[in-house]
């Protein structure tokens, strides 16, 4: 992404220079818009070729390999199956945009109603885990860059490593062993105790929030309990890529002429290091955080299915398990889209901040 | 030595084969002062080493079930325990490490070229081919690559095969950004020009002095994702679309153990660790290889 803003940004300010700032922005606002259509285009382009290579006929599977050939032709005309391959792509975008995902076997309800029903649970445990992962790993990356090569710093890249080398699944399953079995310090698999199912009626689908509305406190603090696992297991993974790019932005700033200023003025070094070098690489890091935030959505498919989290991760590996391909390209493209949304925000956000790149 | 040292960092070699060598001196002997690197380079070493003479190294055999030693913890006679069929699970996991090595090869040989290729195509032409290779590349970039894998494996049915291909499938577009950056760095430079002028077609430019020249930081960002793809696999695996029982596949193993994880939490951990170091071997060497290889690429990742 960052690649991205360095590339085009010269070209369009040097296209749109002449022209008035408000023209400008009209341009760069229609040029971001037309690149994010083309993205989702693109997206639903890769899930209609995904759903093409099948090899089970969706025809066979509704008439039955039994059935005479006069009733397959039927039923395959029906399905749409006989016209050409781009009029099926463009009926396929119009049952998507108004919001047709089809039906899905595993559950006999619409995609997009399920999807709606399991994704707030997926959003409530990645938003702690970012959380987490920014407190932690922003402070981790920036003493790493103050004491670079020290023992500290090497530790903390190491942890950073790990981040790319423990699989999530893992992770999950050895936190449960020994965070909830041994030490019984947090709750068990699940969003809430089996007897505290469905008191709460969901209003937004987060169950904090849901809590909270109701008032019932013994809920919030169970589900925070049951939250809290998944959620650091989650977030350990976001905390070793923040760390690791904070360590580097800061690295950058850190060899500039104007850090060294500082020091020989006489300026205390955690100033130098917090008001100096840390505020220019704010901005930066909002990218790198939203990435990192789209990265938990996926990465939660893992530890859903390791805590038994009804999110859409956890959807999506039922679905799979039972080749429920409507559930599956359902799940793809929302997963898909909401990661593309929070890179494009993060990118617009940059832009909108960084005085060089407005 | 001296000698054979003094001919390897010859400033002036006097052909293509010394200056070869001198460079892979120099990279050799760079790596060799950053000790995660080594340390990386160790457990790849091992790593290969264990699955080219696994049935040595093995104390049991992966698949034969004893039922009379289920879930028997690490002692002597099996060092990391014995699974829910009496199997001996070090014995798995070293027979394992063939599996994820055929992995990341097949991934890295299918996958890299192909980046390769539309890489250098995009960034040589430019123009309407370089907007279109790229506008692909950038859709699939934006796309999040486990669940892109998951799709695909279950549209192609569960399978390790598969899981290859759908790892491929994901990988590629990371290697195509790079070998564009690369090959408009090259593509104006005077020995190019040159080889132009001496009437070699595009092909011949192509094939003959831009695609080398990608090699460095292409093996660099390879040997980055590598333990990406093994995580991937591993999760494949793990859900049961990756490898396919019995195979001793780490991460279809962690899965089997995920019933016993409370009590014989060997079963599970076991195989995780492998992973766990693997994975930490390539990025350690990945590290070194791009700190040596690529050095103003710095700690973007």
Partial sequence: MANNNTTTAPAQTRRAGAQSPGRRRLFSLLGFLVTLGVTFIGLLAITFFIGRIVPIDPVLAVVGDRAPVAVYERVREEMGLDRPLAAQFVSYVGDVVTGNFGTAVSTGKPVIEDLARVFPATLEMATLGIILGVLIGVPLGVIAASRRGSWLDQGIRVVGLLGYSVPAFWLGLVGLAVFYAKLKWVGGPGRVDIFYDGVVTPITGLILVDSIIAGDWEIFRNAVWHLILPASCLGFFSLAYIARMTRSFMLDQLSQEYVTTARVKGVPERLVIWRHAFRPIRVPLITVIGLSYAGLLEGSVMIETIFSWPGIGNYLTVALLNADMAAVLGSTLVIGAVFIGINKISDVLYRMLDPRAR | ?301
């Avoid at chain 2, 000790?35 to 049991?60: C, D, E, K, R, Y």
């Avoid at chain 2, 999760?235 to 016993?260: H, Y």
Wanted: with cysteine; hydrophobic share 55%; proline share 6%.
């Fill in chain 2, 1 to 301: 030595m001296t000698t054979l040292r003094d001919w390897l960092i010859d400033d002036s070699p006097a052909s293509p084969m010394q200056a070869r060598l001198g460079r892979f001196y120099r990279i050799f002997g760079a790596l060799m002062h950053n000790p995660l690197a080594v340390v990386g380079a160790i457990i790849i070493l091992v790593l290969v080493l264990t699955a080219l003479f696994a049935p040595w190294i093995a104390t049991h055999d992966p698949l034969r079930q004893a039922l009379g030693e289920r879930l028997l913890p690490p002692s002597a006679a099996h060092w990391m325990g014995t699974d829910e069929l009496g199997r001996d699970i070090w014995s798995r996991v070293v027979y394992g490490a063939r599996i994820t090595l055929a992995i990341v090869t097949l991934v890295a040989v299918l996958a890299a070229p192909a980046g390769l290729v539309i890489g250098v195509a995009a960034g040589y032409f430019g123009g309407w081919v370089d907007r279109i290779l790229m506008g692909i590349t950038d859709i699939f970039l934006s796309l999040p690559k486990l669940i892109l894998a998951l799709a695909f494996v279950a549209a192609l049915g569960p399978g390790i095969e598969n899981a290859i291909i759908a790892i491929a499938i994901t990988s590629w577009p990371g290697y195509a950004r790079v070998a564009r950056a690369e090959t408009l760095t090259f593509k104006n430079s005077e020995f190019i020009s040159a080889v132009r002028l001496l009437g070699a077609s595009s092909l011949r430019v192509n094939l003959g002095h831009v695609l080398p020249l990608c090699t460095s930081s292409m093996i660099v960002r390879v040997t980055l994702d590598m333990a990406g793809i093994i995580l991937t696999a591993a999760g494949l695996g793990f859900i049961g679309l990756g490898a396919q029982p019995p195979l001793p596949e780490w991460g279809a193993m962690i899965s089997r153990g995920r019933s016993f994880i409370l009590d014989q939490w060997w079963v599970a951990t076991m195989p995780g660790f492998a992973i766990i170091l693997v994975s930490l071997g390539f990025c350690f060497l990945g590290d070194g290889l791009r700190d040596v290889l690529d050095p103003k690429s710095g700690e973007q990742r």
